[in-house]
Structures are given as C-alpha cells and as structure tokens.
C-alpha cells in the first residue's frame, strides 16, 4: 500500500507538471486544418502499423485532450520513443498540439461509458489489475481517468495496448520505449502473457474511443 500511494503521489505530480506545461487553449477548428499528417494512420478503420511489430495503431477520436497532448510532447521530447512519432510531434508547436488534441477529443463527443464495467474480469485477470493498481489512475470503468494527462482505456486495440505495455519495460532501445516512471514501475511487475490478459480484458470494454474515417468530417 505504501509504495502504491508513492506512485500515486508521483502520478499526481507528474499531472500537474503537464497541466502548468500545456497551459494552451486548443481549438477544434483550427485543429481540424492541422491533422493531414494524423489521417493516414489514425483515421484509417483497422489501419495497421508494422513497427516496433505489427499492431493497430490505437483509436485517438474522444481520447482526452490533456492526454493527447502530453503523449506528443512525451514524443517530442524523447520520452517516448518512436521515430515516426517522435518526427511528427517534433514539427508541432504546443499550439498545434492543443489544436490537434481539441479536435480529437471533440470527434468523441456523445460517447460515455458506463461508470462500472460492462464486463468483469476473470479472477486471474482482476488479481492482475489489483496488482497493478490500474482503476487508481485509469477508473473502474478504464475510462474515467483522475486526470486528463491519463489515457482513456477501455476499448482500446488490445494488439496497441499490449505494445504500449512492453514499452514500459524497454530500456536502452534508442527507437522503442516509454519512459514514465510511474508506468514503468508497475508494468515491470508483470511477463508478456500477463500484459496480453490485462491488454484483453481492457479491450472488451466498451469504449468512447473511435476511429472517425476522413470522409466524415471533411
């Protein structure tokens, strides 16, 4: 329990840093001229990237906006890495971060999930969650998070969720790997078949992410 409220005392810090960092009003308008570099990836129904291995790339319609923004600064930074992303995020200014990440997250207006969810988890599966402390960040539902600089999960690819897990644990990798310290910490508890449960499970929730495909908004 002491180490949890550790983790959870960074994870707020950690959220206020970004908060004060990303202190910009984004625009959904503006966002909308901004996102060409976004569509061929992220607004593709079940478009699939083939690195750091073959997984759908995740769905960013209704994702919160803090969210968005602090992944794209995480890329820019190197925090994150990913060579395509790191590039993308690189050209972006923080205006054009908070433009991009209001236009996505208002494509997911009118979605909600139910506050509890829809599915349980087998009791394996929840002994690893508990373990993890993931409804303490994510929600009960997984997407409810305590703060917008967290990511909604529920319904997200689980192929993307499991990638994004084992980045965690990558170190040394110059192109693969996350570096949020509060993640890692609790991500490196667990083997690849465990994170491939958890990324399952979290996957059959229902969701109010999406992936809205060019046509419709343009």
Not at 16 to 25: E, F, G, I, M
Not at 41 to 64: D, T
Not at 78 to 90: Q, V
Not at 107 to 132: H, N
């Amino acid at each position: 329990m002491k180490r949890l409220l550790s983790l959870l005392a960074l994870a707020s810090a950690l959220a206020c840093v970004t908060a004060q960092a990303a202190d910009v009003k984004g625009d959904v308008k503006a966002g909308e001229k901004k996102v060409a570099m976004c569509l061929g990836c992220h607004n593709i129904i079940g478009y699939q990237a083939s690195f750091p291995e073959v997984h759908k790339v995740p769905m960013i319609a209704g994702q919160n906006a803090k969210y968005i923004v602090a992944a794209l600064t995480e890329y820019k930074k190197g925090e994150r890495r990913h060579p395509t992303m790191r590039g993308i995020a690189g050209s972006l200014s923080e205006q054009d971060m908070a433009d991009v990440a209001a236009f996505y997250e208002h494509q997911g207006q009118g979605e909600a999930a139910p506050a509890a969810p829809a599915v349980q988890p087998a009791a394996d599966v929840a002994a690893l969650l508990t373990k993890g402390a993931c409804a303490s960040c994510h929600g009960a539902n997984f997407s409810k998070p305590i703060d917008g600089a967290y990511p909604k999960l529920a319904g997200q690819h689980a192929d993307y969720l499991f990638v994004a897990l084992k980045a965690y644990q990558t170190e040394k990798n110059p192109q693969v790997g996350r570096g949020n310290p509060v993640m890692g910490a609790q991500v490196k508890q667990f083997n690849h078949a465990e994170l491939k449960a958890i990324a399952q499970y979290i996957a059959s929730l229902p969701s109010e992410l999406k992936t809205v495909p060019e046509s419709r908004f343009r």
